[in-house]
């Protein structure tokens, strides 16, 4: 039988062995940043809040011990230059990720650039024989995740999409529930997530706001939510119909600015904000905005912004299960609810950000065909770290001990990347379209009735 392993080493060989092959062979080693063996070589492209913090600063206090910081790529040169200042390393730059790959050839290549080049930067990793840990979303459309399909069939490199909804305790508690048979048959799921205004504005000032950068909220937020529940029905979505409208942002103002810190709508705008008051964001943003024209306190009301602030849908999975999605965003409530409906019980989770607590509380209710048990709940505390205490298990994993086993499949690779946001690509069809979208068709996936491992 044909593996992938097997298949994608002689595909290796066979079709990079000309073009790549050459490359590699011309590299001048005495570029190559020796590593300690038992330390990863690694290498990091994105040089935003996301790099520097989680996958650069981060990196280096807790996991220097098992990998070594080899290289620092962005394509903004300042804000190259300050983020290898911030993350504190020595580790050499470039502007130019093939060279970086070229003249250091790391072990692991980190993406945390912009969403639309992640399949660049994925494909290109495992060209030149890397594992890629590449944040999420892994792309914005069904063209690029085809080629990251294809790419992750074709090479060795192992590629992780890094889900850290999937690590805070009491989701990890609640899958453990799920997995032990507690509700039975998952036949209804409820999920309403909402962010606060506050929260979306951040995402209308930069790039988020435009679909050709993020594939909008359902594809670069939501891709978190959808994967979340693919993850604990264990099954794959099969049909979207979705609704979304853009009501408070973009041309629905009859006023707007240039950049939100020195606007003249300022006494007056609700959403404004001085980002040079940040020294961290100005150094990494405002500094460098005459490299690459990157403005990241755009006005909320510019009329590029084509994404959604409501969003819902109703997702069919091949189990037979039901979702009934929405995102909001048109309210100071930032929190969500989602429910799990089997045929032995419902679980619950209702999580908000006020009052700020230390734990949440999963809810169960038996259901009464099979024991007068009364509900439950079920407190479980969150970690310390970011996202409810999820990323540093999520980093622990990828780092500290890969090879650890994984009861809870909570690791996601290019099928899950890529099935969370087929859910986001065809409820924007769906809403284009005012019909419902299949997902089997938009790639070579076939949605499975069981995901397979
Ligand atoms: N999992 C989470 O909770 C979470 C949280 C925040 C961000 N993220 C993800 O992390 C990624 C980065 O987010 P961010 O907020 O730091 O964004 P950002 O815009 O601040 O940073 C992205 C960086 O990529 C660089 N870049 C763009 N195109 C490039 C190219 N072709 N080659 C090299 N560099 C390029 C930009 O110059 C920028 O420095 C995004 O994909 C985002 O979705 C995930």
Redesign the pocket.
Known sequence: METKNNYSRRRFLQTTGASLGASLMAVPFANVVKASPSRKRTAL????????S?YGRNLLRDYSDYIELVGV????PG??DY?VEFIGTNAPKF?D?EKMLADLRPEILI?????D??H??IIKGLEYGCDVIC???MTIDEEKAQAIIDADRKYDGKVII????RYPPYRAKLKQMIMDGLIGDIEQVEFHWNISHSHLMRYMQ??HGERDF?GTLWV?KNT?HFDMINWYLDSDPVQVHAYGSLELFGANNDYRGNNCRDCRYTAKCPYHWDITQNEHLRK??TDNEHH?G?I?DNCVFREEIDIHDRHAAVVKYANGAYLNYSLSAHSEYSGYWMALNGSKGRLEVRTHSYPERDYEELLFTPNRRYTNEPPRLVRVHHGVG??WGG?PILTDQLFKNPDKPDPLGQQAGVRDGAMSILIGIAARKSIDAGQPVNIEGLTDLVPMAKRPK
């Open positions: 492209v994105g040089t935003g809040v996301r790099g520097v989680m790529c962005d394509i903004n804000r190259l983020g502007t990720l993406v945390t650039s912009r969403d080049v992640h660049e930067h944040e999420k979303p890094t889900f850290n909804y930069r790039w993020g670069h978190h990494l943003y690459d990157y990241r970011g996202h990323d």
